[in-house]
């Protein structure tokens, strides 16, 4: 896969927040050659000066400051640790207040890459206009979204570097639907998005340009990267399998939950963020979902539990009843630090590469790349 003149493996680690991937995971990918993605959501929470400078009544101000600040050391830790390899990429919610400002300090910390999620982010170039080497990857979900994004951006001189086809039936985390009722919409199928993004591209010139497409949502097995490939794809983008690597940047505890979770135990609820999410059903989580209608029945305006408002839009700040009641920063950061009883531990649907062992990042590239099924003629679907 070609980024920017630079060639790369077609795996693309995806970004995973709170801090679940930062600069060792990241650093560890690119090493290897392919694309590593820091989350820009709260990255103070791996540094334990940037904590404690934060802690208490503190000014919104301050702790934006300090995630900034954040960022910026992890670009630089991720970069040292890929020694010149791969690239680095800063993954980035659009839904996020600070949306602007981590875009302009991921191009100025030296990212290869940034890649917007979570909305559509049609301001994108304008944000990155001093910076024209750092490469733009839009997440979207169907052949509507990218014909919307791609016309908008040609009207400003500009074509995204690569684009994230997130399937929302299989992904983890934030998913790119409107409810949980559409997940499964036929629009979301891989070959449809596949081959209708490249008939786009046809139909506006786009050809001899070769905009990437990178598949994502619950790929897990070598014989998927292939068909999809076959499909069209560059490459594809792996959260949850990454997450679960040795390398991984959050505690083993978060790591076991994925690992240990049988299919019966994911869930998709409704998230702060106003999008449906994907997750773990743990303890704090089944709880949770038992008084959720209850907590949306009495939802009122509030100011944000954690003093920062790391979202633009926030169901529980904002007293919006059909949204998510519960600080999602919170929980997340729980999940972050291995506490099972507490956390919100995000997590695609489908099998992981190696079931419940736990591998390396080198080990999980080399599978995708070079393994074969455990069980001869059996293609998983796709």
């Known amino acids: 896969m070609s980024l920017k003149g630079k060639l790369l493996l077609p795996i693309v680690q995806g970004g995973m927040g709170v801090g679940i991937s930062a600069s060792r995971l990241a650093g560890t990918v690119a090493a290897l050659g392919g694309l590593g993605t820091i989350s820009s959501v709260d990255l103070r929470r ?3 000066d940037l904590m404690d400078s934060t802690q208490g009544e503190v000014e919104k101000g301050v702790v934006d400051a300090a995630n900034l600040q954040a960022l910026d050391r992890e670009i ?4 040292e640790r890929s020694g010149g390899n791969g690239g680095i990429a800063v993954n980035i919610m659009k839904a996020v207040s600070q949306y602007p400002e981590y875009v302009r ?3 100025e910390s030296g990212a290869d890459a940034v890649v917007v999620g979570a909305g559509l982010p049609l301001d994108l170039p304008e944000l990155v206009q001093d910076h ?3 490469a733009l990857i839009p997440i979207l979900s169907d052949v509507r979204g990218v014909t919307l994004l791609v016309k908008k951006w040609l009207r400003r001189k500009r074509l995204p570097d690569a684009v994230v086809l997130e399937n929302p039936r ?3 985390g934030h998913l790119g639907a409107a409810d949980d009722q559409s997940l499964n919409k036929p629009e979301y199928a891989f070959q449809r998005v596949l081959e209708g993004c490249r008939a786009l591209f046809r139909e506006l010139g786009l050809e001899s340009e070769r905009i990437p497409l990178i598949a994502a949502g619950g790929i897990h097995r070598p014989e998927q990267l292939r068909q999809l490939m076959d499909w069209g794809a560059d490459g594809v983008q792996m959260g949850t399998a990454f997450a679960v690597t040795e390398e991984g940047d959050a505690h083993e505890n978060f790591k076991r939950v994925l690992l240990d979770a049988e299919a019966k135990d994911i ?3 409704m998230s702060v963020a106003g999008l ?4 773990v059903r743990t303890p704090w989580l089944d709880a949770y ?3 959720e209608k209850k907590l949306q029945s009495v939802a009122r305006e509030r100011p944000c539990t954690e003093g920062f408002d790391c979202l633009a839009h926030c169901g529980l700040r904002d007293g919006v009843q059909r949204h998510g009641q519960f600080c999602i920063d919170r929980q997340l950061a729980y999940a972050l630090k291995g506490d099972v009883q507490r956390g919100l531990f995000f997590r695609s649907s489908e099998a992981l590469p190696f079931g419940k062992a736990m591998k390396s990042v080198r080990e999980l590239m080399d599978y995708m790349l070079n393994g074969r099924s455990k069980t001869p003629g059996v293609v998983p679907a796709v």
Do not use: D, G, M
């Not at 449906?276 to 997750?279: E, I, K, N, V």
């Open 132 to 134: 024209p080497k750092v």
């Open 46 to 48: 791996h540094h334990e």
């Open 76 to 79: 630089n830790l991720a970069r």
């Open 276 to 279: 449906p999410a994907r997750a």
């Open 289 to 291: 979902l038992h008084k």
């Open 170 to 172: 299989y992904a983890a």
């Open 267 to 269: 869930v998709t609820f």
């Open 105 to 107: 300090q991921s191009c």
